[in-house]
């Protein structure tokens, strides 16, 4: 798997409500993390939520196909459910703090 850090644009901001922070994409075997600027502890936080969100996509319970989203097998439209509702999310958020404090005692 290849995964490539970009900056978030003000034009990939503004297709959201509310703050995005960082968006993962995944096309064939690689995958686009957009994130923005942030201080060193969001972005652990805000990096290991998006890789939650890779994993859920290598394990094919997270599928995007340009519409709508897959989520363990059921097909759920973005516009359904407001984005802490999202059961995906839901997951990575649950997950994230775990992961956050690993990747903080390895990096520091």
Same mark, same amino acid.
């Given at each position: ?28 075997? $690689?995958?686009?993390?957009?994130? &923005?600027?942030?201080?060193?502890? +969001? *972005?652990?936080?805000?990096? !290991? ?29 973005? $516009?359904?459910?407001?984005?802490? &509702?999202?059961?995906?999310?839901? +997951? *990575?958020?649950?997950?994230? !703090? ?11």
């Amino acid at each position: 798997v290849i995964v490539n850090v970009m900056k978030l644009s003000d034009g990939a901001k503004s297709q959201f409500d509310g703050e995005l922070k960082a968006h993962v994409r995944y096309v064939g075997d $690689n995958f686009y993390l957009f994130i &923005d600027e942030m201080d060193r502890e +969001d *972005a652990i936080t805000v990096i !290991s939520h998006e890789i939650i969100h890779m994993q859920q996509y290598i394990s094919g319970d997270l599928v995007f196909d340009g519409t709508n989203v897959i989520w363990l097998g059921e097909e759920i439209s973005l $516009n359904a459910k407001d984005y802490e &509702d999202r059961p995906w999310e839901r +997951d *990575a958020y649950k997950r994230e !703090s775990d992961l956050a404090n690993n990747l903080t005692e390895i990096l520091w």
